[in-house]
């Protein structure tokens, strides 16, 4: 992709929302069928995981609420949907699939809010927004996959409901990286701030 970074500087684009508290944290659909490369998987997600357990632990040490969305259809595939028509395969995401089911290392504790979706976007048709906004949150960290799919989708509603949303960019991942590198060049541009998890931390309060 050619740099048109300048093009976006010159309108007016990418402006820094900047990390201020309250923080919470959205986990978008790490789940087993993402991160097996034979199913919806491959890419970066892997490596994305990975670091996105070191920033749920630093999220539960210093308290901030916390949500994990995963995508369940019903048994009997009567909420199928114009999502699973282009994506049939999702219809497989059923509530006792192990494919739904959120990674071993990431899953939800007590107190934990768990966001059931058919849909890419975390907020769409769901309780997430009033849940955070219940708890105070006015950064919202963002993880999870795919970042051109259901996490660019969960960015966009977080920014439309005001919070100010962070990508965390190496807590992020997607099958293939061209699309991956874009959303977040866009991201970066329109809805969000873009971080690393290093400069996120060189960011936070000491306590």
């Not at 923080?23 to 670091?51: E, H, K, Q, Y």
Request: aromatic residues 8%; hydrophobic residues 45%; contains cysteine.
């Amino acid at each position: 992709m050619r740099d048109e970074s300048q093009v976006y500087h010159r309108q007016g684009f990418g402006a820094g929302l900047g990390v201020l508290p309250p923080l919470g944290l959205l986990i978008v659909d790490f789940v087993n069928g993402f991160a097996d490369p034979g199913t919806f998987g491959g890419g970066n997600i892997p490596g994305a995981i990975d670091r996105t357990a070191g920033l749920l632990a630093t999220a539960r040490d210093r308290g901030w609420p916390v949500a994990h969305s995963r995508i369940v259809y019903a048994d009997d595939d009567s909420d199928a949907n114009i999502f699973s028509t282009k994506v049939p395969g999702m219809l497989g995401l059923k509530e006792h699939s192990p494919e739904s089911a959120i990674v071993d290392v990431l899953a939800p504790l007590a107190g934990e809010r768990l966001v059931r979706k058919n849909v890419p976007s975390a907020f769409f048709g769901t309780d997430l927004a009033p849940w955070l906004t219940q708890r105070g949150v006015r950064t919202l960290l963002v993880a999870g996959c795919v970042t051109s799919g259901c996490v660019r989708a969960s960015v966009v509603d977080a920014m439309c409901w005001g919070f100010r949303p962070v990508v965390v960019e190496d807590c992020v991942g997607d099958r293939a990286i061209g699309p991956h590198e874009a959303s977040l060049f866009d991201m970066r541009q329109k809805y969000a701030d873009v971080m690393s998890l290093e400069a996120l931390y060189a960011r936070l309060p000491l306590a």
